[in-house]
């Protein structure tokens, strides 16, 4: 298996925060999301992948090259889009493109004009004029124009209107049906993350707590509903991870579902009434109020 990055016991310390035990690898050709709450510790993976900051202890290896010896050969084939990405105020678009396009020369010229027509910029205007989802586009088009084998998206669609959203997240899946390239972005809205992501990745408080394939997540929880009295220690159940009771009705939410697990509640004394997939947003929410492991 070809590896776009891997990340081996990473850690890296802050003052108030650390970002600690990260062991995670990006196979070549997929799609990785990154879903976590403020804090988590998002930016601080994706800069260490950017080579923007160094890690203090672990390995991190990107398309091959251990950073930070190897940085400038890493950097040469990735592409890192976020907000504090540096984009001159008092200069246009255009500027910025010609700017890339004499550094990269992998610069794909057809696609940067069918981004500008996609997303409606005036490649003419300051970029100070642009308005804030003007601004993510424009980030995006001179990321994305580069046709990096990685791609480091940082929150992409936060802040954009549901118009803005839509075309940001068409433009992304096109790019991602390239077999050849390898996209991580970070998200609060798992709804982004469910449309595009191969496999999520959940951080929580500078831990991973789960890493999976998308629909081995949404294979593996239900929301199962029951009658009767909750035996004691349903909650320590490893499968079980969370119970809430309202009445006589019993709410469980597994993280191992299998055929057998009505019937193991049915011998504990419950009847279950109904079973229900979950949204990803659930299980995450649930993973990291359940303290962890999902
Ligand atoms: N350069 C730095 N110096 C000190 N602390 C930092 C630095 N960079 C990040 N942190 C701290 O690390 C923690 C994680 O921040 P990070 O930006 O990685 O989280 P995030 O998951 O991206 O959050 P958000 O969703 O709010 O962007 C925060 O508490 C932040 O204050």
């Not at 310390?13 to 990260?22: A, K, N, T, V």
């Not at 504990?268 to 947003?281: C, F, N, P, S, T």
Request: glycine share 8%.
């Amino acid at each position: 298996m070809t590896v776009a990055f891997s990340l081996s016991g990473v850690a890296k310390h802050y003052p108030e925060f650390s970002l600690r035990d990260i062991n995670l690898d990006l196979p070549a050709g997929e799609v990785m999301g990154l879903v976590g709450v403020n804090g988590a510790g998002k930016t601080t993976l994706l800069r260490l992948l950017s080579g923007l900051a160094a890690a203090d202890a672990g390995e991190v290896t990107v398309l091959g090259h251990r950073l930070p010896e190897a940085q400038v050969e890493a950097k040469r084939d990735m592409g890192f889009a976020s907000e504090d990405m540096r984009l001159y105020r008092s200069q246009t678009l255009r500027w910025h493109m010609d700017l890339i396009r004499a550094i990269y020369p992998d610069w794909d010229s057809a696609y940067a004009d069918h981004l500008l027509r996609r997303f409606d910029l005036r490649v003419d205007q300051r970029l100070g004029g642009y308005s804030h989802g003007q601004r993510v586009k424009a980030m995006l088009l001179l990321s994305l124009a580069r046709r990096p084998r990685l791609l480091l998206l940082d929150e992409p669609t936060t802040g954009l209107d549901p118009v803005a959203r839509a075309e940001v997240l068409e433009a992304l899946s096109d790019v991602l049906r390239d077999a050849a390239r390898s996209v991580l972005f970070s998200s609060h809205n798992t709804q982004d993350v469910e449309q595009l992501a191969d496999t999520i990745t959940f951080l929580h408080a500078g831990r991973m707590i789960a890493s999976s394939d998308k629909e081995r997540f949404l294979d593996s929880w239900r929301r199962v509903s029951c009658e009767g009295h909750a035996p004691e220690g349903l909650s320590d159940w490893p499968e079980v991870a969370m119970v809430r009771h309202s009445g006589s009705l019993i709410e469980i939410k597994t993280r191992a579902w299998d055929a057998q697990f009505p019937a193991r509640l049915d011998e504990a004394g419950l009847k279950v009434q109904r079973v229900d997939r979950m949204a990803l947003e659930d299980i995450f929410v649930t993973a990291v109020r359940s303290g962890g492991a999902a």
